[in-house]
Every structure is written in C-alpha cells, then in structure tokens.
C-alpha cells in the first residue's frame, strides 16, 4: 500500500480549504451583483386605478359582535386618518400615510395633471348589522359579494364585512383569512375579513396564537385582549393596503393579477425589525399588560400592522 506523508495530507486540507473558500467569495458576489427584474417586483401597471381622495367606508357586521369587539375595529379605522397628535408615533396614521404617499399620491396626482395634493381619507359613511345571519352561517364567496352589495357603498367607495367567529366562509383558514374585491362597473370596492377566534387562530391570529404549523413559541400577548379581533385588525390592514391601491386588479401589484402580491401580502409575517417566518420581529411591549404592539391609535389603542412593501428600496418596511 502507498503510505501518504502527514506533509501531503495538511497540503491537500490547505488547497480543499482554499477553494471552498473561493467558491463561497465567488457565490457572494454573484448575490451582490444580482439585481431582480424590475418586471418581477411590485410596481405600478399603467392604465391601473388606485382608490384616492375622501374614501367612504361602510361596515356590514354579520353574526354577533359585541359593542367591545366593534369599538376596537372602528377605532382602528378612525385611527388610519386621524390628525398626527392624536396618537403618539409611531402610529397607525404614520402606517397610512406611507401607502398615501409611496403609492396612491403618485397616481392621484398624474391623473389630476398635478392640480393639487390630495390627502386620501377613510371616511365611515355607515353601519349595518345582522346578527340572525339571514344568508345562513356557512357563506361562499359568492355571498360574501352579495352581503357587501348590501350596504350600499358609494362610488369610489369601499364595503366592509365582518363575519362573526361561529360564522364559516369558503375557505377560511385555509390560505384565506381575508380577501378584497370590487364591482369594477360600479366603480367600489369590498373587503371580507372573519374572526378566527374559534375557527383558525394558528393561521389567522398569529402572532397572537400559537402557529398551526412549525415551532410552538408562547403566543404574544394581543393589545386589545382579544386575539380574535386583533387578528382581524391584523388583516383588516393587509386587506385595506390591497383594496386601495389595487382595487379592480390593474394598479399596484407583483406577479399575476390573478393572485398578486399587494402592499401588505409581498411582506406577510413582518411585523417588526428582524422578523423571519415564525418571529413577528422586535416590537414594543406595552409594560402594564405585557402585549405586543408596533402602532398607537386613536383613544390610547394599540394595534400590531403589518409590513409595508417599500416601493423605493424594493424591501419590507415596518414601523419599528
């Protein structure tokens, strides 16, 4: 047998070092130099709409909710447009107006030949409810439109729907927690968000719930004691950055307009600096009840809001 010397043996680990070094400086800056498609991020299509200017809200509330439950979503809704000393920064105003400014103020604008600068506003216009579920309490999509059209929305004008936490809609918690659409002849448009409080907390009120799937951290502490509805306002928010900036399918999105990424949904899990799939981020902890939180809103609320696709660094933008 041919016997090898210790002298070949530490020269052969030198060279195999050396190379896999090599490689790893080569991959490197193969990553630094790589530079996405400009087609394949999100970006504004032209031709598209954006909803702008005073947009009126009304709300459908189906099933049961109680007064407290409503409170906090209205309260996240006035909160979005509220003037700034209203809540202490960072705020769900502050949230606002990034999609004002970033997204919809560009388009508003060159559609107005720059006459002016508009401050696009949610203005709530109306409240329905219908706790005796008169289209049963296992909606199809199909229904959750017709329920929208019942309240009515005004043109330019979004329709909410909120679906009480004993109530099923098709497909609800399974990748659907909410969803946004529009009559685009009539020119509004609606969003559906239900309560998963009993039906789909792992997938729909994370962080605020334990996962569904992967590690089981301890849930974080939701800011308005109710994981249900703070999920909602969760996805409310993702639900609202869509409608309004993509709302008939044409204007803000990234990949197929069959099933886009919008401003919250190209950032989903991000909620804070350092997020990563299973760690909504760091966020601020309110020190008398220990929940987690990264806007303040209207009448001391606290609120968690999702990540902000930033259209100017091509990144996720969170508020803390």
Not at 67 to 77: G, N, R
Request: glycine share 10%.
């Amino acid at each position: 047998m041919a016997v090898v010397s210790s002298k070949a043996v530490v020269l052969l680990a030198v060279v195999m070092l050396a190379s896999t070094a090599q490689l790893c400086m080569g991959a490197r800056r193969r990553m630094e130099l790589y530079r996405p498609d400009p087609a394949d991020m999100l970006s504004f299509h032209n031709g598209g709409a954006v909803l702008h200017g005073d947009i009126p809200v009304s709300i459908l509330w189906y099933g049961k909710f109680s007064a407290a439950q409503k409170s906090v979503i209205v309260d996240f809704l006035l909160s979005l447009t509220a003037e700034p000393q209203a809540a202490a920064a960072p705020s769900v105003a502050q949230w606002w107006s990034t999609i004002d400014q970033q997204y919809i103020s560009p388009v508003a604008s060159a559609s107005s030949n720059g006459a002016g600068k508009e401050t696009t506003r949610l203005l709530l216009a109306s409240q329905l409810s219908d706790e005796a579920c008169s289209m049963g309490s296992s909606l199809t999509l199909a229904q959750i439109t017709a329920l929208a059209a019942t309240t009515k929305p005004q043109r330019g004008g979004i329709a909410l729907v909120f679906t009480a936490q004993d109530v099923a809609v098709e497909g609800f918690g399974m990748g659907r927690c909410s969803m946004h659409g529009s009559d685009a002849g009539a020119g509004t448009a609606y969003i559906w968000v239900g309560n998963p409080a009993m039906q789909c907390p792992g997938q729909c009120a994370w962080p605020f719930h334990q996962p569904a799937y992967g590690p089981q951290d301890p849930p974080l502490v939701a800011p308005n004691g109710d994981v249900g509805v703070d999920g909602m306002v969760m996805n409310l928010a993702s639900m609202l950055a869509g409608a309004v900036t993509n709302p008939f399918g044409d204007a803000y999105y990234q990949g197929s307009s069959d099933a886009p990424l919008e401003a919250c949904t190209a950032c989903t899990g991000k909620f804070g600096t350092g997020s990563y799939p299973g760690y909504a981020g760091d966020l601020k902890v309110d020190p008398a009840t220990g929940a987690s939180y990264n806007a303040n809103g209207a009448r001391g609320r606290k609120y968690l809001l999702p990540a902000l696709y930033d259209i100017s660094t091509s990144a996720c933008s969170t508020l803390v």
